[in-house]
């Protein structure tokens, strides 16, 4: 009997821990007058009823020191006091087992929450948090003979916003008993899609640990199923779950699925390199709406003449990857595999050494820092995994090592808040919307240019009735003849006062939303935007522009 153990990254974490009495990171301590020491009290309560939730978790998080943090439990009375605060940028939160994690600001689950702004001496009194109690999703399922179908795996996934387009985001991942039933716990409200599938051997048997025991095969492989019968998540029912319910008649029917197999060799062509083995293989679906971040299958090639076989391959369309690690460098290979109704057979896959590419900062304007350093990284435009290591940037001076053919997007990382990157040059090449491209065999250098002079927008958000408004996102976002660059999109929550700050603004024409309710990312749907597109507040910045422009946010379709 072979088994193996690896952790699911995405599995939820459902647990809160429970401080036993006020905590905070270790460090110096500060002297500081008295008077300038801020409190901050308030009273934990359920959602319905107002009882008070003793036990919960006040969490205090320093913006300032992320590694500061402040921490109480409430009393019986559901009573929370912190003291001794220094003045500052904070947000605060409370967690407790059976509830949804809250977050000051949120009036839903799915809110930014906002930040606390502490003036010194300042004591924030009468703070109150309603919690929601988690929801769940229980049933059954079964195999196509009726039985009940234990090891498989029931996952609740939500719709999320990823670059514009709607992606599965799973919120709970667990495995059915014995008697194939399941119980999807922890949920906030929302809309759910419930999914089912099972691979024999394949066991969940702890927090996110999964036992693969390969003579377990006694059952064929079944296709992902979406409830309440459809391989397709477009055809599927979603499940609407109210704060606190718990939805007990689920059943999902799986049925087998012809399943194939993609076999080839990897050849290791790496100078000195006697054997295949070592060498790790993995196919990744494309174009897949599920945005787990992880890889359909993987494997270490064991044999030593580089042969591989990949099982339980459904038919769509993958990209097929091999990499090799030896003194910390990375050689790889990758090419696209198409599924059908037959095994794949015959791949190869020629394992080569990445090249190194050089590339400078140029600053336009004084150079800008948050953080010690400054770093680059890319990641491929195709691909949901990377292994480049981002490149630390020495003078003006940087080199991105193991760098291999294909489409790249690169960020910058450090640079102060008011600065943008303004420029990416890789040859004679200047496209900085659609990333730049590496081919084997051509010696080219990237140069990125960053303003230190992004605009600035702040101002204030209200309701019709011209009150502030805490805890909602600040959009703003580009003309329609941009709006396919992510990166000129910038969000802002407001603060505990209304206000907001958006920083490092591109200069160009743009709109200013606030919704009262919105999920994270919606606005880069053209779909859901057009519905508010009249509704926007016009602004247009230049470089080194500081601007005010007080809004009134938007009634959703939710919450009228």
Not at 524 to 539: A, C, M, S, V
Request: with cysteine; aromatic share 8%.
């Amino acid at each position: 009997m072979t088994m193996k153990f690896f952790i699911l990254g995405f599995f939820p974490l459902l647990l809160a821990s429970v401080a036993p009495a006020q905590t905070a990171s270790s460090g110096p301590p500060i002297t500081r007058p008295r008077t300038d020491e801020c409190a901050i009290s308030g009273i934990v309560v359920k959602l319905a009823g107002s009882e008070p939730v003793k036990t919960a978790m006040v969490q205090l998080q320093n913006l300032q020191d992320l590694a500061h943090t402040v921490s109480v439990v409430t009393d019986v009375s559901g009573r929370f006091e912190l003291k001794g605060i220094d003045p500052g940028r904070y947000r605060l939160k409370v967690s407790r087992t059976g509830f949804v994690t809250q977050e000051y600001g949120q009036r839903t689950p799915n809110d930014p929450g906002a930040e606390i702004r502490l003036s010194p001496g300042q004591n924030l009194r009468d703070l109150l948090f309603r919690l929601i109690p988690w929801g769940v999703i229980a049933g059954r399922v079964l195999d196509e003979e009726g039985e009940p179908l234990p090891w498989a795996q029931v996952s609740a996934l939500r719709e999320v916003y990823s670059n514009g387009k709607r992606r599965l985001s799973p919120e709970a991942l667990v495995p059915t008993n014995d008697l194939g039933e399941f119980r999807l716990f922890g949920l906030k409200p929302g809309r759910y899609f419930v999914s089912a599938r099972y691979k024999a051997g394949l066991h969940i048997v702890g927090r996110g640990e999964v036992r693969e025991d390969e003579s377990d095969d006694s059952r064929p492989e079944f296709m992902p199923i979406y409830y309440p019968n459809s391989p397709d998540p477009a055809r599927a029912s979603t499940i609407a779950l109210k704060a606190g319910e718990e939805i007990s008649t689920v059943e999902i029917l799986l049925r087998p699925v012809t399943t194939y197999r993609v076999r080839g060799r990897v050849y290791n062509m790496v100078a000195g390199r006697r054997s295949n083995t070592g060498v790790i293989v993995q196919l990744e679906q494309r174009n897949s709406n599920i945005a787990s971040g992880s890889p359909d299958r993987q494997l270490n090639v064991e044999n030593t003449d580089g042969s591989f076989e990949i099982a339980g391959v459904l038919p769509g369309s993958y990209t097929l990857s091999a990499f090799w690690f030896e003194d910390g460098r990375r050689y790889q290979a990758r090419q696209s595999v198409e599924a059908g109704n037959a095994d794949v057979e015959g791949v190869n896959l020629t394992i080569v050494p990445g090249i190194t590419v050089p590339g400078r900062i140029v600053w336009d304007g004084k150079p800008s820092l948050d953080r010690d350093e400054l770093l680059v990284s890319i990641t491929p435009a195709d691909s949901r995994v990377s292994f480049n290591a981002p490149a630390r940037v020495v003078g003006n001076l940087f080199a991105l090592k193991d760098v291999f053919d294909g489409t790249y997007r690169l960020r910058v990382i450090g640079q102060s808040k008011d600065c943008y990157v303004k420029s990416i040059r890789y040859g004679s090449s200047d496209k900085i919307e659609s990333g730049f491209t590496v081919f084997r065999g051509t010696q080219s250098s990237l140069e990125v240019t960053i303003s230190s002079r992004g605009a600035r927008i702040q101002g204030a958000v209200t309701d019709k009735d011209n009150l502030p408004v805490t805890g909602v996102w600040v959009v703003l976002v580009p003309d329609e003849a941009h709006r396919d660059q992510s990166r000129l999109f910038q969000k802002a929550a407001t603060d505990q006062f209304g206000h907001y700050l958006l920083r490092g603004v591109v200069p160009g024409d743009y709109k200013i939303f606030s919704w009262d309710e919105v999920e994270d990312g919606a606005w880069e749907d053209p779909d859901f935007l057009r519905t508010f597109e009249d509704r926007g507040q016009k602004i247009s910045v230049e470089e080194g522009d500081a601007k005010t422009a007080d809004i009134v946010t938007i009634r959703t379709k939710v919450s009228q």
